[in-house]
Each structure stands twice: as C-alpha cells, then as structure tokens.
C-alpha cells in the first residue's frame, strides 16, 4: 500500500513538472544564449527534432562542431512539442537552414493519438514559420520503424511509409528540399535494418553514417535555391 501511494506520487509530481514546461523550452536556452548570432559569412544549419537527433549530436559530435550545424534535439518529443519550440530553438538562432526531422514519437502517440494530418499539420507549420523568416528548409522523411518498443503493437511501418509521402508531397510541392533516409535503412519489412541499429529505432553509429552524406546533399541543395 505505501509503495503505491509514493509511486502514485512520484507519478503525479512528474506529470506536475512536465505540465509546467510541456515543450522543454528552457531545456536549450543556456545552449542558445552561448550560440549567438551567426557570423556574417556563416551558413548556420540547425537540425531539429526528438531523440534520434539528440543521439546524433551525442554519438557523432565531430559531425556538428566540424561544421556550423546546430542540434535541437530532444527525447521523446513529438510535432507539437517542437512546434511551440521552434521559434526559440530555431527562428532566434537565424540559420540559413533549418533540418526538420519529426513525426516518429506522434504515431507512437508520446503526447496522445494524433492523425497522420495533425502531424503533417504541424510539421508544415514549421517549414511556414522558417519560410516566412527566410530560413531554408529540409523536410526528413521519418525512419523506419517496424514496432516501438516502448509501446508494441502500433503496427507504425505503413504509418511512416503514408506520412513520408504526405511529407514528400508537400515538400515537393512549396520549395522544401525533401531528404530521403528511409529508402536507405529500411529493410524489406520496412522497419530499420539491424545493422543500422540495436532497438528498431534509434541509428547506431553505421546508421548515422547514412544519415550524414544524405543530410548534407539536402543542406546543398536547399542552400542553392
């Protein structure tokens, strides 16, 4: 009885913290503050997203500080997260580009169901408020996932592949570059190959090593129109 009633609070006092920062927003403020405003000469390139960004940036450093990229990636997130984050995580950052990769953690339903057009929605309103902030933008597709491991059952693999294209199209379709890491690590189940990971979804190192050249072309490319 008494372990249930502190596990009770204990889950009542995080729901609590959370609810007070729901977006995380003061987790990258000291980290934005240190960043500035780019130079006049520099191309800054902010990678936004949840946890699969967060890694990167953790597991292949050299990546980002070799270069003037930024990540604003945090765990767990999904697409209105990063939707009420973005104008301090990225807009205030003034990039040339911003990489939105998103969408995964919304059809594992981390905040609550969401139909593949919400998540397109806020997806979209992201690239509209970089565009109107003349900041570049490269649309991700999501990564393949053939079950989430957190929460089994989902069936997510067909999700993505119908919320890639959504996102293609509109990419396609309002001069957005569209990078394309699912065609590349997915296998013929199209969950992630297990070379290219140890849990279905998150990269290892080989599988950021994927990422890294596709991210690149796609930053080319959008730095050019």
Not at 15 to 35: E, H, I, M, T, V
Not at 163 to 181: E, F, G, S
Not at 187 to 193: A, I, P, Q, T
Request: proline share 5%.
């Amino acid at each position: 009885m008494q372990k249930s009633f502190l596990f009770l609070c204990f889950t009542l006092m995080s729901l609590s913290l959370s609810a007070q920062d729901w977006a995380n927003l003061k987790r990258y403020q000291p980290d934005n503050k240190k960043a500035g405003l780019p130079r006049a000469t520099e191309q800054r390139v902010v990678f936004m997203g949840n946890s699969i960004t967060e890694g990167w940036v953790r597991m292949d450093s050299a990546f980002f500080q070799s270069r003037s990229y930024i990540g604003r990636g945090i765990s767990g997130q999904t697409t209105p997260q990063m939707l009420l984050r973005f104008r301090q995580d990225v807009i205030n950052l003034k990039p040339a580009v911003v990489v939105i990769l998103a969408g995964t953690n919304d059809i594992a339903g981390n905040t609550g169901p969401a139909t593949l057009e919400e998540i397109l929605g806020n997806i979209v309103s992201m690239a509209e408020l970089a565009k109107v902030n003349h900041i570049k933008v490269v649309l991700s597709s999501v990564l393949p996932v053939f079950d989430y491991p957190w929460k089994p059952g989902l069936q997510p693999a067909e999700k993505i592949v119908a919320l890639n294209k959504m996102i293609k199209d509109y990419a396609d379709t309002h001069d957005c570059v569209y990078l394309d890491y699912f065609t590349s690590m997915a296998d013929e189940r199209h969950g992630l190959k297990s070379t290219l990971g140890d849990d279905g979804v998150h990269p290892n190192l080989a599988g950021y090593k994927i990422m890294e050249p596709l991210a690149e072309k796609a930053i080319t490319a959008a730095l050019k129109k």
